[in-house]
């Protein structure tokens, strides 16, 4: 089974900072390719940034300059780092896996989500 779990959201003030973690687990050998999405009541989900393997990585453009992803060396902990954070971050943001092993994807996992809330 493909699990994917985030941490690291919270209640802080525009221009602050946060860090959002995905923990990603799976088949050994599996190779996780990320996004990072958010939501926000009444609105379309969207893709806030994007991570696959060998290191790809999107932005979306009102995060570009601002929000950096990143992994760890054993490439099952991802990382959402978010500076100068503005009211209209405010969402659940939430983290997606497809694992990948020989080619082939062995399975997807969405995680429950994190709130993310930006004051003014």
């Known amino acids: 089974q493909v699990q994917a779990v985030e941490s690291g959201g919270g209640s802080v003030q525009a221009g602050g900072s946060l860090t959002l973690t995905c923990a990603a687990s799976?088949?050994?050998?599996?190779?996780?390719?990320i996004t990072w999405y958010r939501q926000v009541p009444g609105k379309d989900r969207e893709v806030v940034s994007t991570l696959g393997q060998p290191g790809r990585t999107t932005y979306a453009d009102s995060v570009k300059g601002r929000f950096t992803i990143s992994q760890d060396n054993a490439g099952n902990t991802f990382y959402l780092k978010m500076n100068d954070l503005k009211p209209e971050d405010t969402a659940m943001y939430y983290c997606?896996?497809?694992?990948?092993?020989?080619?082939?994807?062995?399975?997807?996992?969405w995680g429950q989500g994190t709130q993310v809330t930006v004051s003014s």
């Open positions: 997606k896996t497809v694992c990948w092993r020989g080619g082939m994807i062995m399975g997807t996992a």
């Open positions: 799976g088949y050994a050998s599996c190779t996780h390719d």
